[in-house]
């Protein structure tokens, strides 16, 4: 599961967690951003969806969310598709897009759009079922 309740530092690329903050400085707590998930166009195709296990491709937009495997360690982003994104895992309605994904307003419009209809949509989910139908005929 992602780690809850989460900060982002854009500056540094980092997630930070309620363990993390109660130890910083004032000054560095300036610098985060409340929210669960960030977005963002992939810079190289070197990347995997930590659900589908598929590459992200190059200049694709991809979530991103923190994942900490053990309470001592720092936490690090895993990536998404759009289209893997677990509506039961992270619960971002429409509503609070703005709020919870950080570089959400960056996109315009036409991307903002295509962002969430990705996210509700089942396409990959679907699309498996699909091929698995198919072999076991």
Do not use: Q
Not at 32 to 41: Q, R
Not at 45 to 63: F, P, Q, S, T, V
């Amino acid at each position: 599961t992602p780690v809850s309740p989460s900060w982002f530092c854009h500056e540094k690329r980092k997630w930070y967690g309620e363990n993390d903050i109660s130890r910083m400085k004032k000054k560095e707590k300036e610098a985060l951003v409340a929210c669960d998930m960030t977005v963002s166009y992939a810079p190289t195709g070197r990347a995997k969806c930590r659900r589908c296990g598929e590459l992200i491709e190059k200049a694709a937009l991809r979530l991103s969310y923190p994942f900490r495997w053990r309470a001592n360690e720092d936490a690090y982003s895993m990536n998404l598709h759009p289209e893997c994104y677990v509506p039961e895992v992270f619960g971002i309605k429409e509503k609070e897009l703005r709020t919870r994904i950080f570089g959400f307003e960056a996109l315009n419009n036409t991307e903002r759009a295509n962002l969430w209809k990705a996210m509700r949509g089942r396409g990959r989910e679907n699309a498996a079922l699909t091929e698995g139908k198919e072999a076991s005929e």
